[in-house]
């Protein structure tokens, strides 16, 4: 527990509580808890969106398909809402859940057995899910008016003080942090993604590792889908469109390197918190909001630019204890 | 399994053997010939569901919708060859029409408007060459961050504003035939009406295809895309030609933009968005490898007009592009799925 933050998310973690400071100090309405919560809320999605792609990219992965996935199961959910009231809501989240499960394994599949570069896999599926929408549904929407009661109001109940998606981002991330630190397979995944031939001569099967991980990000996506549209309350072909990109960058910004192996859900969990700040600040900081995307672009590159000098290391030490005798 | 295919196709690219002569199923099975027979049914099944699929205007006009992609589908084909990636693409596009957008409105004429929207180009791939070989850093992640921040720019510059004010002669270079459509009495011997965009398609295809393919830059660069380290230690200026390719792409988005806005006569902040994707997959869907070192122009070129025709037939037939862009993905994995199923099989 004592490694939870290291220096890179330490330093990452400074900037985010100064930036915050700063800007309470300039508008001290950023700093009330109303604000706070909702901007949390706002970001849970690009938490668990962004934890999701972090472990296909520690394989040395991409999937470009997760905001296509998002929108195609959330339009399920919302036509299952639709046409079926009275199902119960953990039924249609699961649906949901389930519809975004599938479609990672179909890119999964093709990717672990066929060999199909991520890139390409997940550049066609992109196309593929968010044509589906229009095809499942002859370019119709799904309105506000249309959806449940329950459906929508879900996101917007509070637990314990907090929205019912900042406790399902909580619960996702602790998940992640387990798995990623505590299960023999969520310490294979980085052993894939350092070294693939040396991973394959400690018996992983990077296949399988391969699979499971485009699942978990299917699987997630899925979830925030039901969440995305049921918060905004409206399904149609052409939202998250380009929230992928958005969430790679959250995870450059986190400290995952493209080059796998390297990523902790920590530092995912503050490059996340970034750009959510950068976005709800700006209103709040009377910002015209088309400073957004250039304010993203210069800290993508400002955050690449430092992880790759903090990553310029002599050779790479998997045990603690070689660290500890190196220092000897 | 994988580690072992891995293995074994380094030792196949490393040792020096001489090539195997080429059988009549070594050419059935290369990845142009697939493109060849993909046209050839693009345009026969196009022509028996629509009877205006065959007319000389609208396979001109059909031209006008890709050739803008297919400029920029050229630089991009020579970065994934080296194993780099621009996804900034449409955000050059973006910046350098707006630039063309407010020199218009200070009275330039359309060959300084050319210029500045080359010039912008040219400066936005000078930043993304150096950031990359630079501080050495992935350019996927590069060109991520310069996506969003050419478009933001972009954003901050124009707002919700658009421009529309452009001089007639800048318009016309977009918008009519560049060549006429000449008859000639006879009535299959004709010029067909070409747009200006669809010849510097052409002209830079050849022009590529003979600089990647005849020349010893060419031969570099496959050289750097099949291992970088070892194109280096052989005396490969490999910074330096990253930093071009990065160049060359901006320029010929800076070249696209100039061409799209003639064409569009307006433009906001959204323009060309997305384009990144259908230019990867035009590049990728013409054969050359995401892992680097593998590719033709000759490839890029057919999968061009394959893409294009695709599109452009379904859309004569009122299928919504969305559902264009299903079939364009579900070819795109097809394409490069099918044959690593049959080679599965085969073993």
Known sequence: MSRLLNYREAALALVLIVGVAAIGLYQPVFLEWENLSDMLTETSVLFMMALAQMVVILTRGIDLSVAANLALSGFVAALISQYFPDVPLLLMVLAGIGCGLLLGLLNGALIAWLGIPPIVMTL???????????????????NASEMGVT??????????GLTTPIWIAIVVSALFW????????????YAVGGNPVAARYCGIDQRRQELLVYV??????????????????VAYSEIANGYELTVIAACVIGGVSIGGGVGSVAGTLLGALFLGIVMTALPVMQISPFWQMAISGAVILAAVVINARAERRPDKLILPEARRLKRV | MTVDTQIGQQQDRYTVADAPPRTLRDWLLRWETILVILLVLTVVVNTIVSPYFLDVFNLADATFNFSEKAIIALAMALLILVREIDLSVAAIVAL????IGYAAEAGYGPASLFAVGIGVGILCGVFNGAVVTFFRLPS????IGTMSLFRGITQVILGDQAKTKYPQGFLDLGQSYFIKMKETGISWLFVPPVPLSFLIFLVLAVLFGIVLHKTAVGRQL?????????????????DRLRFLLFVLAGLLCGLAAALLTARLGSMRSNIAIGWELDIVTMVILGGVSIAGGVGSITGVFLAVLVLGLVTFGMSLNNIPGQVVS?????????VIGIPRIIEKFRR
């Open chain 1, 124 to 142: 066609g599926t992109l196309a593929v899910f968010r044509g589906m929408i229009i095809i499942i549904a002859g370019g119709d929407q799904v």
């Open chain 1, 151 to 160: 459906f929508q109001n879900f996101p917007k109940e509070i637990f314990l």
């Open chain 1, 178 to 189: 387990v798995f990623l630190n505590m299960t023999r397979t969520g310490r294979g995944l």
């Open chain 1, 216 to 233: 978990i990000a299917g699987a997630v996506s899925g979830l925030c889908g039901y969440l995305w549209v049921a918060r905004y309350g």
């Open chain 2, 96 to 99: 350098a029409s707006m630039s």
């Open chain 2, 140 to 143: 996927i992640v590069v060109t």
């Open chain 2, 222 to 238: 496959f050289a750097i895309g099949s291992n970088p380290v070892a194109a280096r230690f052989s005396g490969v200026p490999v």
């Open chain 2, 326 to 334: 299903v079939y364009i993905g579900a070819l795109l994995i097809a």
